[in-house]
């Protein structure tokens, strides 16, 4: 369930960035386009999730479904707040994941947070709900770990 999360996270935001590209390029749709293509690949999602699965199964795609519900609803509120740029607080503010150019490890950014990620396991416990709280405690405890403050749950 981690890598296929982690992989999942770095095309999302690889697939932001190259709509926000588009955006600048004048392409007024790209969100708009990347949002139906969310949709899709939702209903895909959950066509999955309705056959048959083992439990172990089941559980990675529903922790996807959920992150990725998470991701659509950030594309949603992009376009309804007329974001256009990568370089926008709204965009920024995101839980993004990416490689680092020069040691090619994986990276979590925000706001102004570069971590490497740490390969830290967590088992494939499920994910309840992400909400607008947990991207502020995302915020919080990435800014603590920058400032080397630390921070807990």
């Not at 926000?20 to 959950?46: P, R, T, W």
């Not at 609803?73 to 256009?84: N, T």
């Amino acid at each position: 369930a981690q890598i296929t999360v982690i992989v999942s996270r770095l095309f999302y935001t690889q697939e932001m960035n190259e709509a926000f590209d588009q955006m600048e390029e004048g392409n007024d749709n790209a969100l708009k386009d990347f949002y139906q293509k969310q949709v899709s690949h939702l209903n895909d999602l959950i066509e999955l999730i309705n056959g048959e699965l083992s439990k172990g199964d089941r559980k990675k795609i529903v922790t996807l479904c959920t992150i990725d519900v998470h991701a659509r609803d950030v594309v949603q509120r992009m376009i309804d707040e007329r974001v256009d740029v990568a370089t926008a607080f709204q965009w920024q503010s995101q839980l993004r994941y990416g490689q680092n150019e020069k040691t090619k490890n994986c990276q979590i950014n925000i706001c102004d947070a570069e971590i490497t990620y740490q390969n830290e396991y967590v088992g494939n416990c499920g994910c309840l709900v992400i909400t607008p709280l947990t991207d502020r405690c995302y915020i919080t405890l990435t800014q603590a770990q920058r400032l080397c403050l630390g921070g807990a749950p």
